[in-house]
């Protein structure tokens, strides 16, 4: 982009590399502790409260500034309310958000008024996050006038300005949403999210209701914007074929709870959740030399289970097919099994096996299994017994060399201990300073 006023200041090129595992903190955007979203459940004439769902249910991640962060998980899983959350578009129940090291997670709707600027969010539905009733110049002219802000050059000219940085025709400032294509209109969705120059946009499903080949050019327009402005993003998607190409870390999300969060290429070589690994599995493979992989599949059996009172344990214990007692009765922390990969699991893929005492498989998994093919069963069993061995032997290389392995080891475990206490730790805290209150204005969008 050649106009100077069109730049927004970029954010030291922040990209990430798969190595990259210790993070500076001037490197996090955005961070999450502990948080959790239960949406009471009210009933009779009293409204007393009778349950809750639990949308999101103790999650921690960071954003690193300039990159893209994917969320992916099956409906339901509570991706849209993480990135209301962290958007600040709903108050949390309890934990904590901190954005350029501010805690932002209690700020009331006038702290917020600064925040809005440096954080937006693009809907799923372009249809209706547009208000039909007013033009396309309102619209991306909206957050100006919110924020008491006056574009060098006035309001009109800089919506147009955004108009054609999205790649719309800046003559249609006067025209109604309904005069626009499905993809033009998340271009307007776009170009108001970038109004006021953020620091980080959360996408929530922006391709997902647009058609197939529109989708590649939206995405594309993200891609491209996201190196001109030095923008950071937070993607939710639940199809692992669109963030595949934006994302350098992805997290993936089941019922609630962040079950795997990992560099793209790890995640896609050697998925170690084997949630992960059966969404994979369902996402079309485009390589037609590998049309054949069809046995490859695994496919989940039924629904997500309702986040009103979620599985024991390991929440995907009910649908998986390595599922063993102590995944019903233990959660499994995430812990960084290899670097940049974190993995919640007793039994991981691709990895040495967490609880080898464990081997009877429950009922469930073994009905599970059924729609795994037995090639993947194998490949499984193997790789797991393979990481096993292979760490044995550098274990005894390391002893035999006179390093003190076993004290690597322990102390490896004792990082392991020291992450799950502070999970928890955490998520006490949260609790005890927990307090629902009603979402805050949308103020910054045009519903
Ligand atoms: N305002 C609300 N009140 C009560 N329950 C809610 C509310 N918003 C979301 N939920 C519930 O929280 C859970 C998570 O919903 P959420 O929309 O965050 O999931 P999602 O992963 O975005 O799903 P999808 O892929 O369908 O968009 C769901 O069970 C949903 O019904
Ligand atoms: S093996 Fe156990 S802990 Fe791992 S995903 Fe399956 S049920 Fe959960
Ligand atoms: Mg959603």
């Known amino acids: 982009m050649s106009d100077e006023k069109v730049s927004i200041p970029a954010q030291s090129d922040g990209a990430t590399t798969s190595e990259d595992t210790a993070v500076a903190d001037g490197d ?22 009778v349950g809750a769902v639990r949308a999101v249910d103790g999650i ?25 959350l962290i958007t600040r578009l709903l108050e949390p129940t309890a ?37 039909p009733r007013h033009t396309v110049g309102t619209i991306v002219g909206a957050p100006f006038k919110l924020q008491g802000v006056e574009p060098e050059g006035g309001i009109k000219k800089e919506v147009q300005r955004l108009l054609s940085v999205v ?22 969705g776009i170009a108001r999210a970038l109004a006021l120059k953020p620091k ?12 197939v080949s529109i989708q590649a050019q939206v995405v594309n327009l993200l891609d491209d914007l996201q190196e001109e402005l030095g923008l950071t993003y937070v993607i939710i998607a639940h199809d692992l074929s669109v963030v595949r190409h934006v994302s350098d870390r992805i997290a993936v999300m089941y019922l609630g709870k962040v079950v ?39 496919l989940l059996k039924g629904d997500v289970p309702s986040p009103i009172s979620p599985p024991s344990g390991c929440r995907f214990h009910t649908r998986c097919w390595k599922a063993t007692e102590i995944c019903r009765t233990t959660e499994p922390a995430l812990l960084e099994l290899k670097p940049g990969q974190r993995v919640a699991c007793h039994h991981p893929e691709n990895f040495e096996d967490q609880a080898p005492q464990d081997t009877v498989l429950l009922s ?27 760490l044995a032997e550098a274990t005894s290389e390391d002893a035999a060399s006179g390093e003190t392995a076993s004290g690597e080891t322990a102390s490896e475990e004792t990082a392991a201990e020291e992450t799950a206490s502070e999970v928890a730790s955490s998520e006490e805290t949260a609790e005890a300073s927990a307090e629902a209150s009603d979402p805050d204005s949308q103020e910054s969008t045009d519903k």
Not at 368 to 386: G, I, K
């Open 260 to 298: 795997e969060l990992a560099d793209r290429d790890s995640l896609y070589k050697a998925p170690m959740h084997p949630y992960t690994k059966a969404l994979m599995s369902a996402v079309p493979i485009p390589d037609p030399k590998r049309k054949n992989a069809k046995s490859e599949r695994i």
């Open 200 to 211: 980080l946009v959360v996408a929530d499903e922006p391709v997902s209701a647009l058609d």
């Open 28 to 49: 996090i955007l955005l961070k999450v502790t502990g948080l959790q979203k239960h949406f009471p459940i009210r009933k009779g004439l009293l409204q007393r409260q």
């Open 167 to 188: 790649g719309l025709n800046p003559e249609h400032y006067n025209r109604y949403p309904h005069e626009f294509s499905g993809g033009q209109r998340q271009r307007i």
């Open 95 to 131: 934990g904590k958000v901190e954005f350029e090291g501010t805690d932002i997670t209690h700020l009331g709707v006038g702290g917020m008024r600064s925040m809005r600027r440096d954080m937006q969010m693009i809907f799923q539905d372009p249809y209706g996050s547009l208000n």
């Open 364 to 390: 469930a998994a073994k009905e599970a299994a059924e729609l795994v093919s037995d090639e993947v069963l194998a490949e499984s069993a193997e790789t797991s017994a393979a990481v096993a061995a292979e």
């Open 60 to 84: 921690d991640f960071e954003v690193r500034k300039g990159e893209t962060l994917g969320v992916v998980g099956e409906s339901g899983c509570g991706k849209s309310t993480m990135g209301r």
